[in-house]
């Protein structure tokens, strides 16, 4: 059977079918050489010159990575942030006609700073609307000025859920790109490009990786053409490439992708269900309830909603951290995706200015069993 006929879950649990040639071994080798041998008429026939612009080991997880997203083409990056900001910086732009971009109000925090400070002085002009309502972000847009508008579906830390589809033909009408933070949803639950995204982004370190041992990031395009080219030429002159033992365990997280996702939507599912209408919870934020996003959610995610919840605390700030700090089962720490369940107090880690409500604790479901999740946190409660 030929790999191009295989399913993306027989992709990755196959590592794109790599077997080494001079061993056989099933697994990819790590290959830690900063450089490769020139042949003698000059030429570099077997594709790799120096580590800083790729590597071999990114190259596989780049090739499982492209495949999981129906993309033409897949970039790793040493960070969900170097993935994100390249994204930006590789719009079309001169110093005298900045990009334009649309971005949500609600977003992972560090990238929403980063467009509203750093960005500007780099070119980069950032408008913050609500993302869950596509009137707001047609109106938005600046035509001739707007290069690109960024969704995160679901979003940091409410699960907000915006309209993918529909955002794609508001920036395609506009002569716009759409990028997706697709770090939540996953390939497994959502494939944006082919929904009209034109790149799609991921923290690898969640959920790709999934044991919360590395810190990755990556790009995947609708399109092999000049935004790749510029996104390329950033990640080598920023060096901004995965080492390539980090690559190696991300193909190793990735190959377990799908059963992982299964895993986490089904119990974050029960136990946002056990939590609403709790008496010691104020509100439980989960796209798979009943609620704003739900069916948008229902329509651009298959298989699930996602690992990720929240739940505000009856009585406040107080009774939230109060809560966090009674868990014994739950880990308190930032992050998200892995196999460990999570826990932590958002706003304290957002810090001043931010939009999380400060009685919400932000849940990553890992693969312990939900019942025994239930109960922890049912006695940090009480
Ligand atoms: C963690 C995260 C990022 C940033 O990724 P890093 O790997 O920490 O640089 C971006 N977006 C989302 C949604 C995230 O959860």
């Given at each position: 059977m030929k790999k191009t006929t295989w399913q993306p879950r027989t992709v990755a649990a196959q590592a794109a079918g790599h077997v080494d040639p001079v061993t056989g071994a099933i697994v990819p080798p790590i290959q830690l050489a900063s450089t490769f041998e020139r042949d003698p008429d000059n030429g570099y026939r077997r594709g790799?010159?120096?580590?800083?612009?790729?590597?071999p080991n990114v190259r596989v997880a780049e090739e499982v990575l492209t495949t999981l997203e129906g993309a033409a083409t897949s970039l790793v990056m040493g960070s969900g942030m170097a993935a994100a900001t390249t994204a930006f910086l590789a719009l079309d732009r001169t110093p005298d006609k900045p990009a334009h971009v649309v971005a949500p109000n609600i977003m992972y925090w560090a990238l929403k700073n980063w467009l509203a400070g750093p960005a500007r002085t780099l070119g980069i002009e950032a408008t913050f609307v609500d993302a869950t309502n596509s009137d707001a972000i047609a109106a938005a847009i600046r035509p001739g000025a707007t290069r690109m508008v960024w969704l995160e579906t679901p979003a940091n830390p409410t699960w907000a859920i915006s309209d993918i589809a529909a955002t794609a033909d508001i920036a395609h009408k506009a002569g716009a790109l759409l990028g997706v933070d697709s770090t939540i949803a996953t390939p497994v639950l959502t494939r944006p490009i082919e929904l009209g995204a034109d790149i799609v982004m991921h923290?690898?370190?969640?959920?790709?990786?999934?044991?919360?041992d590395i810190i990755a990031g990556s790009l995947s395009f609708a399109r092999s053409d000049a935004l790749l080219e510029r996104a390329k030429g950033l990640r080598s002159s920023l060096g901004a490439v995965l080492s390539p033992f980090e690559a190696s365990l991300l193909v190793r997280g990735m190959r377990t992708l799908h059963l992982r996702v299964a895993h986490q939507c089904a119990s974050a599912l029960t136990v946002a269900r056990h939590f609403s209408g709790h008496k010691r919870v104020a509100e439980v934020l989960y796209p798979g309830l009943r609620g704003p996003g739900h069916n948008i959610a229902a329509k651009q995610m298959q298989g699930g909603f996602g690992g990720m919840l929240s739940i505000r605390v009856a009585g406040g700030e107080a009774a939230a951290i109060g809560a966090a700090a009674r868990v014994e089962l739950w880990k308190r720490a930032t992050s998200l995706g892995g196999v460990e369940s999570l826990i932590e107090h958002r706003a304290s880690v957002e810090g001043p200015g931010t939009p999380c409500p400060p009685d919400l604790l932000r849940m990553s479901v890992g693969l312990e069993d939900p019942a025994d999740l239930i109960a922890d946190f049912e006695q940090a409660l009480s």
């Open positions: 790799y010159i120096y580590a800083r612009p790729d590597n923290s690898a370190t969640k959920y790709l990786n999934g044991h919360s």
